[in-house]
């Protein structure tokens, strides 16, 4: 459990530096986490949950626990191998089954989590009182298993759902006062502005995680560091461009 928490610990660092954020790839299987997980530059995996269900078949809201796990084993064997902290998206861990969830995961010597605000069932945001409850459910667990700086990263669904930035603000403050290492903010179609990724660094004192983009629609990676974010990953747009490299590669078999 001490080398348990050691990873964590080493994990959880890795969001607190100044203007040098984490960057994440996220992965979805064994192949895509050792390729990786075999670049110098990498500091930590993490999975995500769509390209996770999609390589099964899946859409992402019937991706279920053991599913999830299945995956989230391999990819665990592949982290423990390169000695690199591995966080998983566990979406909103599963309704009622969370406490099982987290201790299955500390089985698998995971560091963090993702863990969103929206409920799987029915996709409506929790009660943010209930939302930050989850954070300390998660946290209970971690400390009960030995692991107390295990990572949070608390998930803001608020303006996928179509509300404003303050009660992000509102949201974001409660899960971090929960316990939550930081807040992940998206905006799915939403492009979120500089101004208001600069607000939210300076409302949760720089514990903001966020989806990298590409300019003119988003910050670039140097903006992000610029500006102070702790974390940024790009969920399954690794899993797209090696779509996009497959069907490409499959075409030129083609006689013409």
């Known amino acids: 459990m001490a080398t348990r928490n050691a990873t964590a610990k080493a994990f959880k660092a890795l969001h607190q530096r100044i203007n040098k954020p984490l960057a994440l790839a996220n992965v979805w299987d064994v192949i895509s986490a050792r390729t990786v997980a ?7 995996l993490a999975t995500a949950s769509f390209a996770v269900a999609r390589a099964v078949g899946l859409d992402d809201e019937k991706l279920t626990l053991d599913v999830n796990l299945a995956a989230v084993k391999n990819i665990a064997k ?3 191998e390169f ?5 998983v998206d566990i979406q909103d861990a599963y309704g009622s089954e969370l406490e099982k ?3 299955r995961l500390i089985d698998l010597g995971i560091a963090g989590i993702n863990l969103e605000d929206c409920e799987l069932a029915t996709g409506e945001l929790y009660d943010v009182d209930e939302a930050a409850s989850r954070v300390e459910r998660v946290l209970k667990v971690t400390r009960e298993r030995g692991v107390p700086d295990f990572v949070v990263n608390a998930r803001c669904d608020a303006l996928v759902k179509g509300l404003e930035l303050d009660e992000v603000l509102v949201r974001g403050k409660r899960y971090l006062a929960a316990g939550a290492t930081t807040v992940f903010v998206w905006g799915a179609k939403r492009d979120i502005a500089k101004h208001e990724v600069e607000r939210m660094v300076s409302e949760f004192d720089g514990r903001l995680a966020v989806l990298a ?19 940024y990953s790009v969920g399954p747009s690794l899993m797209f461009a090696a779509i996009q490299s497959i069907q490409d590669e499959a075409k030129k078999l083609n006689v013409e």
Request: proline share 8%.
């Open 213 to 231: 983009s590409t300019p003119p629609g988003g910050l670039s990676v140097k903006q992000l560091a610029q500006v102070g974010v702790a974390r």
């Open 83 to 87: 000695k690199k902290p591995l966080s």
């Open 101 to 103: 969830a987290i201790n």
């Open 38 to 44: 075999e670049l110098e530059s990498t500091e930590a």
């Open 78 to 80: 592949v982290a423990a």
